[in-house]
């Protein structure tokens, strides 16, 4: 059956720059804002949106991204026709390969999206954490009969030589794009979502394939090769809180700005929940000795010592006397008596033994402590 | 191995408890934070590997048809196996409260048709972690007809009013049921084990019978014909028949001890979970000796309280020793003290309530104080 809209996710990344927090985790897998994990946004902007037919493409790590999406229920994407559907690289006719870049992993996967069949194919990062209702981009798209459409974000203009900079006409048709500019004319970056007519993608696609000097990117590539050919981009403006999670400090910052009063992400919005693989835990305990300040604690938490500013994932463990501020505690890690914990990231299973002493509170780095890490008490870790 | 049919008999008197039921039975009466009373008797089910569980409801069944979804929060939304809902079919007299033989008669056909060669029946506010397979080992270890389950307490404890007891002769066989009043220090967990060949058996004998007949009557008249074993669980109980047990039990879950008691890595309670956010503590939130669900947001003080999912505590409210129950707030300056509050209701600004241990104050759902 014909689909209108198809959404890709692309969650195959290396997760290169959080290597320290976990070397074997696929980028989209790792926990944020205590109970979630990255993919859950993005998977949670199409279940609300009204999308239910998802692939998504997976190469670096994809075990625990694998079994943490199953067949999709918690997004209630377990669909009769369409769901969710993981799109590893698979061996065809002519031999298999990786996936080269974000265009070729969606080139490889042709057969899939002409199975589904779409008018639309919408083309997600799995990595991004932001609420957006991908419906109004559709509209707007249909509205300008947009062939590709590309969601931008105003950033500081001092940042924006970070990002793709679109610069577009007043009825938002884009006329240029920057790719990462010395000198951006503009504050109009790209988030890396955007919404093709798959006749005209797939058509562009075919031809970047041919191409051996190119590197397969939708942003190098795909995008440039459009606007070159006279295809009529627009550009759609969203607004609110978006963030890219790809370093330790902006993993850390991420979790810090959900703690912020009136945070834009809101995760309490019950208009656009965030959906995910919730934890079989009973309530968290506080118990009468401790202090929680102006933090986020989930299920099976057990609170014993002071934890202030602080994100904690489900089953964490505070001992008696531990202190713990501007930290990010991944699942069911254990802290035990008197240890002290400023601006860090702990991650998951981690047991960390009396009267250690992690992080500097006055510095302006981020104390990373791996997975499954085992501190011998009275370790002084920065 | 999957020999047991599971049975949950919801046969629960609730005239102690009717705040609380209005709406519900006493099995979807939420408990610990985030589950319902029923979840503990299906955890048990399927934590004991028996994945086919007959459920006898009485009225008043849509929250727990809600709740239920199909079994799937306990892994028996299956294809052969899994949960069934038997709800009671018109009750022609309708001023009469029917027995639970008469209830389960009503669909005899289909624990007829099932292969399980045994049966365990069980209520739901009996709230314990029992593994039932361990009950059959001693059933057929003591070749017992029928095993009947109880918990040994002191005898000066203060809990299981109403309930009954079984006295148990020197070997260890059930020799009588004890009615309520008359306490004595065997409570009878209302669980029972046989061969369901049995148990039709005992149902199809009291066809002629009057229509509100009990099952466990129905058993003990056989105390001197069958064996009757007593088995003895010896793990955490209590009984949700009252306010005042709901009230007291709920806030001894605030200790370390009867938590570890009640929930344990190896047993895990499974309960249908909604999609909360973690819980929320603001700046000048103080919250003490208390268990929270997810979604909550604190900006007042709290202590020794049981609360659940989204639960709103506006700055400069005090909460102490009451139980909040799913999308409850608590306004700027209101004072609670002893209160349970039901499902979305909220106390006004200032408002000051307070109740005592053993008479709470009761809020109902959706109310407005």
Same mark, same amino acid.
């Given at each position: !059956? ?12 290396? #997760? ?8 074997? &985790?696929?980028?989209?897998? =790792? ?56 799109? @590893? ?65 105003? *950033? ?21 794009? $920057? ?35 190119? #590197? ?39 979790? /810090? ?27 968290? +305990?506080?118990?009468? %000795? ?8 989930? %299920? ?72 499954? +890490? ?9 | ?53 007959? /459920? ?9 048809? $809600? ?5 799937? @929060? ?48 069980? @209520?739901?506010? /009996? ?22 389950? +109880? ?13 009954? #007891? ?22 009878? !967990?209302?669980? =029972?084990?046989?061969?369901?060949? &049995? ?14 007949? &009990? ?59 909604? $999609? ?25 003080? *709290?202590?020794? #309280? ?28 209101? *004072? ?34």
């Amino acid at each position: !059956m014909a689909k209108e809209v198809l959404a890709l996710i692309l969650a195959g990344g290396q #997760s290169t720059r959080l290597g320290t927090l976990n070397k074997k &985790l696929a980028k989209p897998a =790792f926990t944020f804002g205590g109970k979630y994990r990255i993919i859950d946004f993005t998977l949670s902007n199409c279940a609300n949106s009204d999308i239910n037919t998802v692939g998504v493409l997976t190469q670096f790590e994809p075990l625990v991204l694998n079994s943490y999406i199953g067949i999709g229920r918690p997004w209630d994407l377990d669909r009769k026709d369409g769901g969710v559907n993981i799109l @590893p690289p698979y061996l065809k006719e002519k031999g298999g390969e990786w996936y080269k870049g974000t265009a070729n992993a969606v080139y490889q996967n042709m057969d899939y999206i002409d199975m589904q069949n779409p008018k639309y194919v919408l083309v997600l990062s799995g990595d991004h954490i932001y609420k957006m209702d991908y419906a109004k981009m559709i509209d707007f798209h249909k509205e300008k009969e947009s062939e590709a459409t590309i969601t931008v974000i105003k *950033v500081p203009l001092k940042e924006a030589s970070r990002f793709g900079i679109m610069n577009t006409r007043e009825d938002n048709s884009i006329y240029e794009f $920057d790719e990462k500019p010395e000198q951006p004319k503009n504050d109009l970056a790209s988030m890396g979502v955007y919404l093709f007519n798959w006749e005209i993608l797939k058509k562009y696609l075919a031809e970047d394939d041919k191409n051996k000097s190119s #590197s397969h990117d939708f942003g190098k590539n795909i995008i440039p090769a459009m606007l070159g050919a006279g295809v009529k981009l627009y550009a759609y403006p969203f607004k609110g809180y978006w963030k890219d999670v790809g370093t330790i400090e902006s993993l850390w910052q991420a979790n /810090m700005d959900l703690l912020k009063i009136d945070n834009e992400l809101n995760l309490f919005d019950k208009d656009w929940k965030i959906y995910s693989v919730n934890p079989l835990q009973p309530p968290q +305990y506080v118990s009468r %000795e401790s202090k929680v300040v102006n933090s986020m604690i989930s %299920e099976g938490c057990k609170i014993f010592g002071t934890v202030v500013n602080s994100v904690l994932s489900p089953g964490v463990q505070i001992g008696k006397g531990v202190y713990v501020s501007d930290t990010v505690i991944m699942r069911n890690a254990i802290i035990r008596e008197n240890t002290i914990i400023h601006r860090s990231i702990i991650g998951s299973r981690c047991e960390i033994n009396e009267e250690c002493s992690i992080g500097k509170e006055d510095s302006s780095n981020i104390t990373v402590v791996p997975y499954d +890490y085992f501190m011998e008490g009275g370790t002084v870790y920065e | 191995m999957n020999n047991i049919l599971g049975v949950i008999n919801l046969n629960e008197k609730e005239d102690k408890i009717h705040e609380l039921t209005y709406n519900r039975p006493i099995a979807s009466i939420p408990f610990a934070g985030r589950y319902r009373i029923i979840d503990f008797a299906l955890s048990n089910m399927v934590n004991s590997k028996i994945d086919k569980v007959f /459920m006898f409801t009485r009225n008043k069944y849509r929250s727990l048809v $809600d709740h239920i979804e199909h079994g799937r @929060p306990w892994d028996l939304d299956r294809k052969n196996e899994g949960l069934f809902m038997f709800n009671p079919l018109i009750n022609y007299y309708s001023n009469v409260r029917r027995g639970d033989m008469d209830i389960i008669r009503d669909y005899l056909d289909y624990i007829f048709y099932t292969k399980e060669e045994y049966i365990i029946i069980c @209520p739901s506010n /009996m709230i314990c972690t029992i593994n039932f397979r361990d009950v059959l080992k001693k059933h057929l270890e003591k070749k017992a007809d029928i095993t009947v389950v +109880y918990k040994n307490i002191k005898e000066s404890d203060e809990m299981f009013e109403d309930c009954d #007891s079984i006295a148990i002769d020197e070997d260890g066989m059930a020799i009588d049921l004890i009615r309520k009043k008359k306490r004595h220090n065997n409570v009878f !967990m209302e669980t =029972f084990l046989m061969k369901r060949k &049995l148990f039709i058996d005992l149902l199809n004998k009291k066809i002629l019978g009057a229509d509100h007949d &009990l099952f466990k009557d129905t058993v003990f008249e056989l105390k001197n014909n069958k064996n009757i074993y007593a088995y003895e669980y010896k793990g955490y109980l209590v009984c949700i028949n009252s306010i005042k047990e709901y009230f007291g039990r709920s806030l001894d879950l605030l200790s370390e001890d009867t938590m570890n008691n009640l929930f344990h890595q190896t047993w895990p309670i499974f309960t249908k979970v909604k $999609d909360e956010p973690p819980t929320k503590y603001q700046k000048n939130a103080v919250v003490e000796n208390c268990l929270l669900a997810g979604g909550c947001c604190i900006e007042g003080e *709290v202590y020794d #309280s049981v609360f659940f999912r989204r639960v709103n505590i506006h700055d400069t409210a005090s909460v102490k020793s009451c139980i909040l129950m799913q999308n409850t707030t608590v306004e700027q300056g209101a *004072v609670l003290e002893y209160a349970i509050l039901d499902k979305n209701s909220r106390v006004s600004k200032n408002m000051v309530l307070k109740g005592t241990m053993d008479n709470p104050i009761v809020i109902e759902k959706g109310q407005v104080i």
